[in-house]
Every structure is written in C-alpha cells, then in structure tokens.
C-alpha cells in the first residue's frame, strides 16, 4: 500500500519554508496588509494554521485531538459546523504564529505517514449548506443543511 507522503511528497517542504519564512518577522512585518480590506501577513499565517486545525476536526484524522484540545475558542456556523475562532491566535507574534503552524502540522503529518492512498476512497461525513452537492453523490437534506459524504479521508 502506498502511503500518502509518497504520493504527496514536498507538503513537508512547504511548512518548513513556512516556518522560516515568519519565524524573524517583527509585529509590523506580520501586521502589514497590502490593502486596508486584506488580510496581513500574520492573518494569513494564522488562518493557515486554524483552518488546518477546523479542516481536519471535521475528519477525525490520528493526532486531531491534541490540537483541538489547543483551540481556545470555537463557533458552531448554522450548518453545524464547528470552526476555531481565528481572534483568539494573535496575528502579529511570530512566536505564537510558528507554534501553532507546528500544531496544526502535528495531524496533516500523520495523516501523511499513516494513510494510504486506499484510504482517499474512504468517505467521512460533513455539514454544509443545502445548496453543496457530494462529489459522491450521496448527500441527504435534513432542514436547512445537507449531509454529505466526501471522498477525502477516513469514515467518521
């Protein structure tokens, strides 16, 4: 069985680059915005690591539970959907910023050394708005969301 790094080799890369790239930046490097409706550098870094973190909560993936428990804060959408509260990171300490890249690393890293790619045919399921269709197929109404089965990760 081939296992994710293989077929996904270079992710590792990317967080290493990552890491370097804002680990030496000042608060008012990370605080710039390239227009006042932007996000910063420190908003974009810290969306990165919290929507890793919401991303896979949904999935249940090995080494999950770990940086949930990390989450301060959370907001449930009217689908039902649990999301990290992005505020509660501060966007402008590299410190902080680098620490919870390499949380919401921990799960992505797993998942590449544990699954296979037999496991991308497995389905978990989601919540979303009644208007998303399953790239399965399967998807049931229930009131104001829809229930869907992804192709993307472990049964959950």
Request: proline fraction near 5%; avoid cysteine.
């Amino acid at each position: 069985m081939t296992k994710l790094a293989q077929v996904l080799d270079g992710w590792g890369g990317y967080q290493t680059s990552l890491l370097h790239a804002i680990a030496p930046l000042a608060a008012a490097q990370l605080s710039w915005r390239p227009a006042p409706d932007r996000r910063s550098i420190g908003e974009l870094v810290r969306h990165i690591a919290m929507g890793r973190i919401t991303w896979f909560a949904r999935m249940n993936p090995p080494g999950i539970d770990a940086a949930i428990a990390r989450v301060s804060k959370w907001f449930v959408d009217r689908d039902g959907n649990r999301h990290a509260v992005e505020d509660a990171v501060p966007a402008d300490d590299s410190a902080r910023l680098v620490e919870w890249l390499h949380i919401s690393w921990a799960p992505v890293q797993r998942v590449l050394d544990e699954w296979t790619v037999e496991d991308l045919n497995t389905s978990y399921r989601h919540r979303s708005p009644a208007t998303t269709t399953s790239s399965r197929g399967s998807g049931r109404s229930g009131g104001s969301w829809r229930t869907t089965s992804t192709t993307a990760g472990r049964s959950r």
